[in-house]
Every structure is written in structure tokens, then in C-alpha cells.
């Protein structure tokens, strides 16, 4: 088959709903010819229902990243379906209410915690589970939300998200030597389940689609998923620890 991942084997994790990033990401990856294996957490069902959505319904495994058993038996469940990896996405973020909405200053170790485990740390978790698979070199590409910036209502979440880019950086730097690439696309806000459950996201809406350069469509995931395809590509072949904006030129621009 043709296309811009043709021949990759890739495992795309955070398909939750058609409206998921990683939903698009799954659907342009198979339409440019890659074979993609799918990772869903607790609603398995829901996932797999989703997963029939796409152009070929892919084999769909249970992962939470919190489970390390889980994490553990990964590479053995992906090679039932494919022989290796060329690219694996991360698409995963979650953070308790408290932690988000304006909670900054109360919330407790607890629920931020969780954040950074699920938001942060899973990353390199994600990568080191996938590892074995990925013996000529790969990429792994992950979704940030521009951690540059205090925002309001994004709190714990946009803490999360500065870990996760400095994650990526240091696991650009370790795994480098293995010829494997790490780099986020750094979307701007987009109507998706995780989006709509932080109280408040919606006040990032209006200013984005009024100041970006571009104009933005919060409703159009094709536009970060595309962006995540070029990095699983082999067209960004020197290109490590780096974060792409996908967000209309939003950051690029002054009040
Ligand atoms: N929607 C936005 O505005 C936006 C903007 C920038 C970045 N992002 C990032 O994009 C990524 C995907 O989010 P989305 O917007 O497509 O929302 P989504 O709700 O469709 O996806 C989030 C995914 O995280 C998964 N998840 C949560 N806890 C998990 C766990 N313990 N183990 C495994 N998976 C778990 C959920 O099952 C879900 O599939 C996230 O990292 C998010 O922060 C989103």
C-alpha cells in the first residue's frame, strides 16, 4: 500500500470517541497506509464500538497506564497483532475535578498526583512498555496543550502538561541512541471528552478562534492528527525532543 505510513506498525492509544485526536490520528494513519493497533482504557466496550468506526477496526488491548501489569504485558499483547513497532502515540490526559477549574490552590497531593501519573508519567511509561518492540528505531509522539502559560482553568492540567514536555526532552535525550525520535504537537483547544470535562475550557474558545493567525476550528482533530502522522513519518528523520504547534499560530501572536 501507498502513503505516507506505508508499511509503519503503529500503536495509538486515547480512543475514547469518534471525536477523539487519537481517533483521527488512527483513521488518517490507516488511510496512509499504516497498520494500527489500538490501546483503550476502562470502557472497553465503548472503544471497540468506536473502533469499528475506522476504515479497518483494529485489534483494541486494555490499558490503563496507572496498572504496571498492564504496562507490563503490553509488548507481548502487540506482537499477537503485529511483529514490531515503528510509532506509538500517546494521547492520554486526565486529571481529577479537584484539580482543575480554579482548584489549583486546594487541591491535594493526591489528585495531582494522579494527574502526573496518568498526564505525565505515563508517557515515558507508554515508551519504555513499547520498547521491545521498537529494536529498528521508532517514534513516539505525544499531545500537549502549550504549557508555556499559566491559563485560567487549566491549573494541576497545565502542570501536568509542562512535565510531559520536559518528559519528552529527556526521553528525546535517552532513547536517542536507539534511533528512536520523541516529540509532541502542541494542539490548540479542541471539543473533545477531556476537553468538555474541564470546568470552564469553553473561556479558551472565543479568544482562540478570534486571535489566531489562522483562525481556528475547535471541532477539526484532522489538524493535530495530521501533524502527529508527519512526526511518525519518516520526513522528520532528524528531529527529536521538539514540540509542533498545531493551534492556527496562536502562540506566535501578542494580546
Ligand atoms: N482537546 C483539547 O483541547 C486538547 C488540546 C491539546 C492537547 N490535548 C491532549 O490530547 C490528548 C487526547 O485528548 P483528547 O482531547 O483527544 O480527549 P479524549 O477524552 O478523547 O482522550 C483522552 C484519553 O485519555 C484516556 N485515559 C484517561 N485516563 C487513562 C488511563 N489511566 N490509562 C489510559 N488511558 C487513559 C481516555 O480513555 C481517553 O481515551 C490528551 O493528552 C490531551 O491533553 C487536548
Redo the contacts with the bound molecule.
Keep these: 500500500m501507498s502513503g505516507l505510513l506505508a508499511g509503519k506498525r503503529l500503536l495509538v ?5 469518534d ?4 481517533f483521527s490520528t488512527a483513521k488518517l494513519a490507516q488511510e496512509q497506509g499504516a497498520t494500527v493497533v489500538l ?4 470502557r472497553m466496550s465503548l472503544v471497540e464500538r468506536i473502533a469499528k468506526r475506522l476504515p479497518e477496526p483494529p485489534p483494541v488491548i486494555e ?4 496498572n504496571t501489569d498492564q504496562l507490563a504485558g503490553l509488548a507481548g499483547k502487540v506482537r499477537e497483532h503485529v511483529d514490531g513497532l515503528d510509532g506509538v502515540v500517546h ?4 486529571a481529577p475535578q479537584s484539580a482543575l477549574g480554579g482548584g489549583f490552590l486546594d487541591a491535594g497531593w493526591e489528585d495531582v498526583s494522579t494527574a502526573l501519573h ?2 505525565t508519567y ?1 508517557y515515558k511509561a507508554l515508551a519504555m512498555a513499547a520498547l521491545p518492540l521498537m529494536s529498528r528505531g521508532g517514534s513516539v509522539v ?4 502549550d504549557a508555556q502559560f499559566a491559563w485560567p482553568v487549566y491549573d494541576w ?1 497545565g502542570v501536568a ?1 509542562a512535565g510531559l514536555e520536559s518528559a519528552s526532552r529527556y526521553l528525546a535525550l535517552h532513547l536517542g541512541k536507539q534511533g528512536i525520535r520523541s516529540n509532541l504537537v ?10 468538555k470535562s474541564i470546568p470552564g475550557f469553553d473561556q479558551f474558545e472565543d479568544e482562540w478562534v478570534r486571535k489566531a493567525p489562522l483562525g481556528w476550528d475547535l471541532g477539526d ?1 484532522e489538524a493535530a492528527a495530521k501533524a502527529v502522522l508527519a512526526l511518525l513519518s519518516d520526513w522528520f528523520p532528524a528531529t527529536t525532543g521538539e514540540i509542533v504547534h498545531v493551534d492556527g499560530g496562536f502562540h506566535a501572536v501578542g494580546a
Design positions: 492509544t486515547g480512543v475514547i470517541t471525536q477523539s485526536i487519537a490501546t483503550g482504557f476502562g490499558l490503563d497506564v496507572q494521547s492520554i490526559a486526565f496518568v498526564s505515563s505525544g499531545l500537549t496543550f492540567m502538561k502542541s494542539a490548540g483547544p479542541l471539543r473533545t471528552m477531556a476537553a482533530q
